[in-house]
């Protein structure tokens, strides 16, 4: 067996997770399929220790990559436990947070007050790109032979995505994009503004708001780029500020949230880079 740190992340999740839905099973339907497959997860991953340098490449490949694959599969189950602890959400709380630090409503206020079309076009599309951000590096130092790198590098990103899941059971909240209307006029019929749109309606787990997974793993992933990578950093500095910018500007979330997940970005990033 040849475990890693990504694996002890993904085990110690659903582990904790797994804990939470046994103390609050009455506000989980069908809680005991949750653990059944948290069991068969965790059996899996131990499996994969075992693939080793001999084995054949698809196998070698499920090995390195799968963590990767928890992000998707993770965020998307949360939408159904985001009420298990508390039956509300805490939207008004944020929104407080919201006001007091910046003095206003950020969620609301951008797109009214820089109504470009162009600029909406931009940072919708560069929200968009969140998900090629999730894996640009990974493939970048994979590919690129530096495995350790990106062994280091997946640890860190499922790490901050994880321990952002790990808030919205505790402290549930929509976001602007559930609780206010959606934006109008010219920047609505954009190209980009309609795909990103139409795309988060469908794949959206409302109870994710707070704080923002977009910008935790964004940020992580930036910081890792400029640890290993300054080709890869220049190429991502501009995606993940137009994503930062863009979860505000198209009422996705709330500005105290993609400040928040900045901010638990960093802090991952310091521990692990200090201890790794």
Same mark, same amino acid.
């Given at each position: 067996m040849n475990f890693l740190p990504y694996d002890w992340v993904a085990i110690g999740y659903l582990a904790l997770t797994g804990v939470l839905i046994l103390i609050f099973y009455k506000n989980v339907a069908r809680w005991y399929l949750y653990l059944l497959v948290r069991a068969l997860w965790i059996a899996g991953i131990i499996s994969l220790t075992y693939v080793n340098e001999q084995m054949p490449f698809p196998l070698q490949?499920?090995?390195?990559?799968?963590?990767?694959?928890?992000?998707?599969?993770?965020?998307?189950? $949360?939408? @159904? %436990?985001?009420?298990?602890?508390? +039956?509300?959400? /805490?939207?008004?709380?944020?929104?407080?947070? *919201? @006001? +007091?630090?910046?003095?206003? $409503?950020?969620?609301? *206020? %951008?797109?009214?007050? /820089?109504? #470009?079309?162009?600029? #909406?076009?931009?940072?919708? %599309?560069?929200?968009?790109?969140?998900?090629?951000?999730?894996?640009?590096?990974?493939?970048? %130092?994979?590919?690129?032979?530096?495995i350790d790198s990106f062994q280091e590098t997946v640890f860190a990103e499922t790490l901050t995505f994880n321990l952002s899941l790990l808030c919205y059971p505790f402290l549930p909240a929509t976001g602007p994009r559930y609780l206010f209307e959606k934006i109008q006029g010219k920047l609505s019929k954009g190209f980009f503004f309609r795909l990103t749109h139409s795309i988060v309606s469908r794949g959206s787990s409302k109870g994710t708001a707070f704080p923002s997974s977009h910008v935790s793993l964004s940020v992580i992933v930036l910081l890792y780029a400029h640890r290993y990578d300054s080709t890869a950093f220049l190429i991502l500095l501009p995606m993940c500020i137009g994503l930062t910018l863009g979860t505000v500007y198209g009422r996705f979330h709330y500005a105290i949230d993609a400040f928040v997940g900045a901010v638990l970005a960093g802090i991952v990033f310091g521990i692990t880079t200090t201890f790794l």
């Open positions: 490949f499920l090995r390195d990559w799968y963590p990767l694959s928890t992000i998707a599969i993770f965020y998307f189950e $949360m939408g @159904k %436990l985001t009420q298990m602890v508390f +039956q509300q959400y /805490f939207d008004e709380t944020v929104i407080r947070w *919201e @006001k +007091q630090v910046f003095k206003g $409503m950020p969620s609301l *206020e %951008l797109s009214d007050r /820089f109504p #470009s079309l162009i600029l #909406s076009e931009i940072l919708h %599309l560069c929200y968009f790109s969140y998900y090629i951000i999730a894996v640009f590096l990974a493939a970048w %130092l994979y590919f690129g032979g530096r």
